[in-house]
């Protein structure tokens, strides 16, 4: 089974790029889940460290008492139980063949792809931009504080274009390339799959964004 993620900020036309990796045959990729996977993916790193501290034997005096940082319990089993909860949000408990979610609350975040692929090996990450930012300080929520949107999406595109960078499990894609048949079939050989062209010509001319 293939994980596809699309990482994206928002108003950037990641719900277009979304339906766009949906005419993969067999294909589920979720809309977005408040952040709640991210949060998931950080207590997957806590526990990696805790369990990184781990003390053999060690009592504090005459009590006997383990100390408050240690901890007892197994890694594997919360690991899977961290991946099992995840593929359950991204599942609906009918999984495809290809399946995945976009997501664009990764401000500060996008580092925890790294901790995604660690759990799902053979995931193919999507991070997507709009590289016109004045346009989107205009769209939606940006719209109400445009000096802030315009800081707060100049960090985003940044983190997104670096993690990209010689990341082999990484593709960048840009809003103005969704409507260029030619990058979108670049991008499905990236996934390894292989692009309707009928489908995608639906999908752009009868986008809402």
């Known amino acids: 089974m293939k994980i596809i993620l699309i990482c994206a ?10 339906r766009i990796i949906n005419t993969i045959e067999k294909s589920d990729i979720m ?9 998931l993916l950080e207590c997957y790193s806590n526990i990696k460290k805790t ?6 034997e060690y009592y504090e005096g005459e009590t006997k008492r383990k100390p408050c ?3 007892g319990y197994d890694f594997e089993n919360v690991k899977n139980h961290i991946k099992n909860t995840i593929i359950a949000i991204i599942t609906n ?14 401000i500060n975040k996008i580092h925890l792809m790294d901790e995604f692929i660690e759990l799902f090996p053979n995931t193919k990450v999507i991070c997507h931009i709009d590289d016109c930012i004045d346009r989107q300080c205009k769209s939606g929520w940006f719209s109400h ?10 960090i985003s595109n940044n983190q997104m274009i670096n993690y990209s960078k010689g990341n082999k499990n990484c593709y960048l894609s840009y809003m103005k390339n969704l409507f260029r048949i030619d ?9 390894d799959e292989e ?3 009928t489908k995608y010509n639906y999908i752009i001319n009868n986008s809402l964004e």
């Open 9 to 18: 900020t928002g108003r950037s036309g990641s719900t277009t790029l979304q």
């Open 31 to 39: 809309g977005e889940n408040a952040g709640a996977i991210n949060n």
């Open 51 to 56: 369990n990184n501290m781990r003390i053999k």
């Open 69 to 71: 940082w240690y901890n």
């Open 93 to 106: 408990g009918n999984p495809e063949r290809v399946i995945g979610f976009k997501e664009i609350r990764y």
């Open 145 to 154: 504080d445009k000096v802030s949107s315009r800081e707060e999406l100049i």
């Open 183 to 191: 990058e979108m079939n670049k991008m499905f050989e990236f996934l």
């Open 195 to 197: 692009l309707d062209e």
